[in-house]
């Protein structure tokens, strides 16, 4: 079972025994274990139990009709290996704001920075690169949207965004408008790089003054005098990965009325004089490089276009469903996160006399925002 580092770092004297087919707690006859009284139940603890809310029903036995084998699979082999290596010391590397880079090269060696990407994945790519096979023998042609929630939520387990952030955001969200609609020779100037992990990149839309309306986007990208270049001014706000970004897919003005007059750009990042760039001190996903990015007349080669001119806000908006879908996977396992941590300080603190779920408004209110957690990862599923 995977155990968040959130629920772990809690000194555990108290866990329940879940029966994931009754929903509700069982005794256990061991006696060498805590005993709670609780409702009328006596209440055995016991580690190495799953606390109510603590994970999907799914890979605790209830049925569904979504999950077949392969993906029973798939999520043990993602527990296993972000367990081991993002989990375990997910709090820590929060608290120093940064996940040293040797993580980001063992995920990209074990292939564990694909399945950030939408499905279906793209098989040439992936099998020209020898990249597919994913963990458990998973084809790459078998990924599908149930293994990208299986990783996503996993990756979110710890209940922090910020250590997982560090390692995906940039492939999840600045690579996919290049497979989607880049051209063959950007594919093959970037791709390898990007997909193999040795190139970082992100996605960067968002201006100090220009944020969910994305129409309000003032930076601009104009053609040189050759028509060989395109010269970028302006500056970009809030970018998550930025401050280690290689090459940044980008929304810049190309002139003309809106919607039309909105690109993509492929703006290399690293040695350019021209371009300014300074992390951000913010609250929460402290881990996650959020980067401050100003252009001052970089110029960018025209191949570097991403799609179309004028087709930027297509583009964009495509790259929104898995970007929106990402988030909604991310802040449900925080949700559930936050639940489970607080049912377990509930079963372990006292008061009055008694443990604190033992007072019935502490059951209600545990029960009912347990309820809307469940139904949120129905509605994601
Ligand atoms: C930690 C972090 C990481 C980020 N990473 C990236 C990144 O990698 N790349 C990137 O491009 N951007 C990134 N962003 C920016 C993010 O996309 C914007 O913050 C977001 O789009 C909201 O924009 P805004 O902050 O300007 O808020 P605004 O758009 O100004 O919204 C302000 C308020 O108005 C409300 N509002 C906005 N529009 C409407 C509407 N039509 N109807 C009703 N209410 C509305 C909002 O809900 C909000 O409460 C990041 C932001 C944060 C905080």
Redesign the pocket.
């Known amino acids: 079972m995977c155990k968040s580092s959130l629920n772990s770092s809690v000194d555990s004297l108290a866990v329940m025994k879940y029966d994931p087919g009754l929903g509700f707690l069982r005794k256990q006859q061991d006696p060498s274990k805590q005993n709670i009284q609780a409702n009328n139940l006596t209440l055995s603890v016991t580690l190495a139990a799953v606390l109510p809310f603590s994970e999907p029903p799914y890979p605790n036995g209830l049925p569904s009709p979504y999950y077949a084998p392969l993906h029973h699979r798939w999520q043990k082999a993602c527990c296993a290996f972000i367990s081991e290596n993002l989990t375990a010391n997910a709090l820590e590397w929060e608290r120093e704001e940064l996940v040293p880079p040797e993580i980001f090269s063992k995920f990209a060696a074990a292939n564990f920075l694909l399945p950030s990407l939408p499905a279906p994945l793209l098989i040439e790519w992936a099998k020209q690169l020898g990249l597919d096979i994913l963990a458990r023998g998973l084809k790459v042609e078998e990924f599908d949207y149930l293994h990208f929630l299986i990783y996503s939520d996993e990756m979110t387990g710890n209940g922090l ?1 910020g250590p997982g ?1 560090s390692l995906t ?2 492939i999840t ?2 690579v996919p408008p290049i497979l989607k609609f880049g051209s063959k020779q950007l594919l093959e100037r970037f791709i390898p790089d990007l997909l193999m992990g040795r190139a970082r990149s ?6 100090p ?6 129409a309000g986007i003032e930076r601009t990208a104009v053609k040189s005098a050759d028509e060989k270049e395109y010269i970028v001014n302006g500056s ?7 401050i280690w970004a290689d090459f940044v897919t980008t ?1 810049v003005l190309t002139g003309g009325p809106w919607p039309s007059g909105l690109s993509l750009l492929l703006i290399p990042l690293k040695n350019n004089l021209s371009i300014i760039i300074r992390k951000l001190v ?1 609250m ?2 402290a881990a ?1 490089g ?2 401050y990015i100003e252009f001052d007349d970089t110029h960018v080669p025209v191949e570097n276009l991403i799609g179309i001119e004028g087709m930027g806000i297509r583009c964009i908006m495509t790259n929104f469903n898995h970007e929106l879908l990402t988030t909604a996977i991310g802040v449900t396992r925080q949700a559930r996160v936050a639940v489970s941590t607080a049912l377990e300080y509930v079963l372990k603190r006292e008061a009055f006399g008694k443990a604190l779920v033992e007072q019935p408004v502490v059951r209600h209110r545990l029960a009912k925002v347990g309820a809307m957690v469940e139904s949120m990862w129905a509605w994601v599923e």
């Open positions: 965004s952030a955001t940039g969200f600045g992100c996605i960067v839309i968002t201006e003054g220009t944020g969910s309306d994305v970009k706000k809030w970018i998550t990965n930025g929304a913010i929460g996903l996650s959020t980067t």
